[in-house]
């Protein structure tokens, strides 16, 4: 399949309402493989968490997977995919799944996962399929076998939900480049875009430009991005950054899939009327402030090979600790906000749009 044209992806973004919501990773996993083996997806957490979701006006969700959860487990993983974009269906909101990601630890395995450092943001979050990987991709070494799985994966996961109403769009691969990759992530970029469009999606592609390292990655995502997505953290740059997608892109549809650093001025109070007087869809990073702990900054993780070798794990069970301004999240794990006057600001933005339609 080839890429969509301009007035073919134009003409889908018409159709759809101001696109508003969030990244989503349940409280009680630490990274997307917690949440999505057999022995840990929990629909009970899940379908709650959801609900705080729609409560917000929210229609919809971005949620990671994880090649190692398929390769496992590829009917179960499956089932699990399947069962949780029904759930999210209930509750009115659609889902871009995010097949591969640059970010935070390099070294996935499968199996239980570490309990989190305490207070440390996202300190068990796996990259996928993992730097070694990566890196072996870019130097030719990669074993025919590890290029056969991760094909199976991109390919089958499309394939499987391909025509599904419920999933929104598919977005190929996280920041690719991070983790000090830079071009070394392009090799597996381009493959992964490759089998993509091979999968014979209905629903667009994507993969980020601004969150991306590396200019050939860079280059790469916006000459194959059906819809241009975008990260935004830094309240100051937030509009120039729309303004400049939206320019350079040649009237394609612009989505930022990640924003809201309080620390950083992307408040929802200061983003959100942003993105509506753009018609910018977005989703901010995380919902309930959970294992993941990214309520607390990026600076928490910045010695993380120390940490995970000296600091203290939070037990099964224990409260999780709470930094006095929240960097990320809205939700505690009880359902109470972190700030009562912020859930009545979103809601006020999100629900006349949604009772509308657009």
Not at 96 to 125: K, T
Not at 248 to 261: D, H, L, Q
Not at 272 to 292: D, E, M, Q, T, Y
Request: aromatic share 10%; with cysteine.
């Amino acid at each position: 399949m080839k890429r969509w044209s301009v007035e073919k992806a134009a003409a889908w973004y018409r159709e759809q309402p101001w696109l508003v919501g969030c990244n989503f990773l349940p409280s009680n996993a630490v990274n997307q493989l917690e949440m999505w083996q057999a022995e840990t997806y929990d629909p009970v957490t899940i379908d709650r968490e959801l609900s705080w979701a729609e409560g917000l006006g929210f229609n919809t969700l971005r949620v990671y997977l994880h090649d190692l959860a398929w390769a496992d487990d590829r009917t179960g993983c499956a089932e699990r995919i399947d069962d949780f974009l029904e759930r999210a269906r209930r509750r009115g909101l659609r889902v871009i799944p995010v097949l591969f990601d640059d970010c935070h630890r390099p070294d996935p395995a499968s199996g239980p996962q570490p309990q989190p450092l305490a207070g440390v943001h996202n300190s068990e979050w796996k990259q996928s399929p993992g730097q070694e990987i990566v890196r072996r991709f870019n130097e030719g070494t990669a074993p025919e076998g590890e290029k056969q799985r991760l094909s199976e994966y991109v390919r089958g996961v499309i394939s499987r939900f391909a025509g599904d109403e419920r999933v929104l769009m598919w977005d190929i691969y996280n920041e690719p480049g991070q983790g000090g990759n830079g071009d070394r992530s392009n090799e597996l970029l381009e493959l992964a875009w490759d089998w993509a469009r091979q999968a014979g999606a209905v629903q667009p592609l994507t993969a980020c430009l601004n969150g991306s390292r590396g200019e050939k990655n860079l280059v790469l995502n916006r000459s194959r991005s059906d819809v241009i997505t975008f990260h935004g953290y830094d309240g100051g740059t937030l509009e120039k950054i729309i303004v400049e997608q939206k320019q350079e892109n040649g009237g394609r549809p612009v989505i930022c899939t990640e924003y809201m650093a309080r620390e950083l001025g992307t408040t929802f109070q200061h983003s959100l009327p942003i993105f509506r007087k753009h018609r910018v869809g977005c989703l901010n990073w995380g919902l309930v402030a959970g294992k993941s702990q990214t309520h607390f900054n990026w600076q928490t993780a910045r010695k993380i090979e120390i940490l995970r070798k000296t600091g203290r794990r939070l037990r099964p069970g224990e409260p999780i600790p709470e930094p006095p301004l929240w960097f990320h999240d809205i939700f505690r794990t009880d359902g109470t906000p972190f700030d009562p006057e912020e859930i009545n600001y979103i809601r006020s933005v999100t629900k006349p749009e949604l009772k509308t339609g657009r």
